[in-house]
């Protein structure tokens, strides 16, 4: 699964031509799968891979638009990042971060048509299934499992984005008349139950579902719910009896020699030893490099936010400052030229700052001191800071055929993820004392290792430490969100957890009021509630089926 099969799956040509009567018009093209062909169990994992292989987002024409990360719908279109780059590369992207709701971008038709084909390929793994008769019974329903295991995935995806969006199975034939007229969670649901209920408890390849994955992702979708009756068994039961466990160290989540590590839930498989032009190498990120002299030349997009930087600030005693954390800002080098003199802000830290963010004077892991601006495209744009978590070090890529290819995975559920989605649970049953637990783990698990310089002294002043008891409910909630913002940073979830906590409003207007004085094109810029927590419905797919199928969103 490592390196991706390219394969067509697009059966168009598995009907009979009746009406031609002379055998050479009947001919199948060389190159083109047909139903007889894949009808086979070496055919249904072909065609499964390719359903494994949009995962990525990459494909059907879509990239940055419809990555996986999300890191334009799940970050930039939150507290914790900007678009990035100048004021004139990409401004859709500025459009979205200014939650202004406009159906005719092209990205959201490109994040549909991508998660559209996966399902598509999700049921046409189904399809060949029915007719492989060299497959065993348990062979087959393996293959089902995982089949609605990223159909439920690939839903998911659009639910979180859309919320009324077209379900899709395998008895469906009339793809142009798809109403987006119902609620299609109890769908999802019943793909993933039958995917638990199924699957092996073990992977049977890397990068493959498992019955822990399928649990994790039933979870989210009650969690997504708030439906914590039901989420609550399925976290206790991964957390007590799944094979999972934090890394010893947080980097381990994001580098590319520890990857499918003990707190990769569920990981998408990315490789540059393909031999192609990086597309299998996370190219929906493909944007978020430094710029200019920094590592991949190219392309300054996807930049952290002072707000969140702000929120890695830690007291005299190691804790966040839950309310007062943006009142003053972390010292940075904007307006200076590299060569100009700066001294790195001194005050205390919580390290997974530096392992989120790339800032002026301090080690971006191997590649050399971070040096501000000769990095930043457009500091007055954007602010001085580069995206840092997903980078690969120097020397890891070995054999991408692009600088901007990345073989570092896409960790799309982590262990961390849903021990703080029990937590929440905990704090909604007033159960103090477990969301107290949980927190801490993560947090003492974030002061094991931090950036140090050459001569292996801290780079910053690093100071993490648990909490020593939750006074209310009211502050466990608080700590619980604002912990789950720090270990989860720049990684795509901010957002929709805003939406479904549904404070986005308040946080993120919050945010506006105050950012907007710095990066000025946020002037004006309102997340309205009730509008603002869904995207558009893609124009393009309204124009296709219509606006009596297709509806689109309030406001």
């Given at each position: ?52 292989s ?111 969006v ?5 008895t ?42 399928a ?7 009650h ?5 914590y ?14 094979p ?46 430094p ?53 790195p ?23 050399g001191?971070?040096?501000?601006k ?25 054999g ?18 849903l ?43 690093y100071?993490?430490?648990p909490y ?22 720049m ?11 549904g ?8 945010y ?36 009596n ?7």
């Open positions: 699964m490592k390196k991706k099969i390219l394969i067509f799956t697009a059966l168009v040509c598995m009907g009979t031509m009746n009406s031609c009567k002379d055998k050479f018009l009947e001919t199948t093209p060389l190159g083109v799968g047909n139903e007889a062909m894949l009808s086979n169990k070496t055919g249904v994992n072909s065609v499964l891979i390719g359903a494994y949009l995962l990525d987002g990459v494909g059907s024409g879509g990239t940055y638009f419809s990555a996986v990360s999300n890191w334009i719908y799940g970050t930039v279109a939150s507290d914790d990042g900007y678009k990035g780059s100048d004021v004139g590369d990409l401004a859709q992207i500025t459009t979205i971060e200014k939650y202004i709701q406009q159906a005719d971008i092209g990205g959201f038709n490109d994040k549909w048509v991508a998660l559209y084909d996966g399902v598509s390929r999700s049921n046409d793994v189904l399809h060949l299934i029915a007719k492989a008769s060299d497959m065993t019974e348990a062979e087959k329903t393996q293959a089902t499992a995982e089949a609605r295991f990223l159909r439920g995935w690939y839903h998911f995806e659009a639910k979180k984005m859309w919320n009324m077209p379900y899709v199975d395998e469906v034939t009339d793809y142009i008349n798809l109403p987006n007229d119902k609620d299609i969670w109890p769908n999802i649901e019943a793909d993933f139950q039958f995917a638990v209920t199924n699957l092996s408890a073990t992977k049977a390849q890397v990068g493959r579902a498992s019955k822990w994955s649990k994790a992702m039933l979870a989210k979708v969690m997504y719910q708030s439906d009756t039901a989420a609550k068994p399925l976290l206790v039961d991964i957390i007590s009896n799944g999972f466990s934090l890394t010893a160290n947080y980097r381990d989540n994001f580098k590319i020699a520890t990857e499918n590590n003990s707190e990769s839930v569920f990981e998408v498989q990315m490789s540059v030893a393909d031999g192609g032009s990086g597309e299998n190498g996370s190219w929906g990120d493909n944007l978020n490099f710029y200019g002299s920094g590592p991949g030349g190219c392309c300054g997009f996807y930049q952290p936010s002072q707000n969140l930087v702000n929120a890695f600030k830690t007291d005299a005693a190691g804790l966040p400052l839950l309310d007062t954390f943006n009142d003053t800002d972390v010292k940075n080098d904007e307006g200076l030229a590299s060569s100009d003199a700066f001294t802000y001194d005050g205390t830290l919580d390290p997974r700052l530096d392992w989120t963010v790339g800032r002026r004077g301090l080690p971006f892991l191997n590649w001191i971070h040096p501000g000769n990095w930043i495209r457009d500091q007055s744009f954007a602010g001085p800071y580069t995206f840092k978590k997903f980078f690969a070090s120097s020397g890891e890529n070995a991408a055929e692009s600088p901007r290819a990345n073989a570092n995975n896409y960790r799309a559920i982590r262990f961390a993820d021990l703080l989605m029990r937590a929440e649970i905990a704090v909604e049953e007033s159960d103090l004392p477990t969301a107290l637990t949980i927190v801490n783990q993560i947090r003492t698990r974030a002061a094991t290792e931090v950036v140090k310089k050459d001569d292996g002294t801290p780079a910053a002043n100071l993490v430490k020593s008891s939750f006074a209310s409910q009211d502050y466990a909630r608080k700590a619980v969100r604002f912990e789950r913002r720090l270990e989860l940073a990684e795509g979830h901010r957002h929709f957890d805003l939406v479904r906590w404070n986005a409003d308040v946080v993120l207007n919050a506006i009021a105050k950012e907007s004085k710095k990066r000025t094109y946020l002037t004006g810029a309102v997340f309205k509630k009730g509008s603002s927590e869904y995207f558009p419905i893609p124009q393009a797919q309204i124009d296709i089926m219509g606006s199928v297709l509806k689109q969103n309030p406001n």
